[in-house]
């Protein structure tokens, strides 16, 4: 079941410079998207979310944009801090289980000093 | 800030044994969740449970599988008889509504190792 893809499993930027995760869908169901960011012994920590009536939402660093005809969405982080440094999960629900998400696989994103 | 508290962090059962992890999910919170991650692979989805019941379950969350709300703060799953492939990273999580907007916070997570 590969509903939700993050094709890079990992992804090095120098501190100060843009990192960009990206994610794609398959499920035309989806509707809301949001992106967890996990460090390693913790539980994923919601970052930023955005709804399909929407192409962009922006929270401080982080923007994420939403191409709903490509089925794709990917997260902006400007600038890139190494304390950014965390498994990045892509996670989405749709209308027909508004209850649970399906997420990705992760993107490892390493913030070079 | 209000977290979701899990125990223990980590869990040592033989197979065929029966373990019971716990959960204190967020005081005003609602809906509860389970979701467990095998070493390497995803997060995946078992059981979220409002209202004292259970409201969706992933065909994962089989038989061996039961949740319960036994007090006003505690949330437990319950593995009935394990086994080797139940080992993985247990999260619990809870959210305040259960509209799409409202994110899901999770714990820390519960390793559990079936040997």
């Known amino acids: 079941d590969q509903q939700v893809k ?9 501190e100060g410079r843009i990192s960009i995760l990206n994610c794609d869908y398959t499920n035309s169901m989806f509707d809301y998207f949001l992106w967890y960011k996990k460090y390693p012994a913790e539980g994923p920590t919601f970052l930023i979310s955005i709804s ?9 660093r982080f923007t994420v944009f939403l191409n709903k005809s490509a089925k794709h969405l990917s997260l902006h982080i400007v600038p890139s801090q190494p304390g950014d440094s965390a498994v990045y999960f ?5 209308y027909g289980s508004a209850r649970q998400l399906t997420f990705g696989s992760g ?3 390493t913030v070079l000093p | 800030e209000p977290e979701v ?8 059962t033989q197979m065929g044994q ?3 992890l716990r959960c204190v999910p967020i005081s005003n919170h609602l809906y509860f969740y389970w979701y467990r991650q095998i070493l390497g692979q995803k997060v995946e989805f078992l059981v979220s ?6 409201s969706e379950k992933s065909e994962i ?3 061996q599988f039961s949740v319960e709300r036994p007090d006003g703060s505690n949330f437990t799953l319950k593995i009935r008889s394990t086994k080797l492939e139940d080992s993985a990273m247990y999260f619990c999580a809870s959210r305040v509504q259960g509209n799409r907007g409202s994110p899901l916070h999770f714990g820390n997570g519960t390793r559990l190792t079936v040997t």
């Open chain 1, 6 to 14: 993050q094709n890079s499993p990992s992804l090095s930027v120098q």
């Open chain 1, 52 to 60: 399909s009536i929407k192409d962009k939402n922006e929270d401080g």
């Open chain 1, 90 to 94: 892509c996670a989405a629900s749709g």
């Open chain 1, 107 to 109: 993107t490892q994103l």
């Open chain 2, 5 to 12: 508290t899990q125990t223990p962090s980590h869990q040592v």
């Open chain 2, 18 to 20: 029966e373990v019971i």
């Open chain 2, 49 to 54: 449970f409002y209202n004292n019941e259970i």
């Open chain 2, 61 to 63: 969350f089989d038989d």
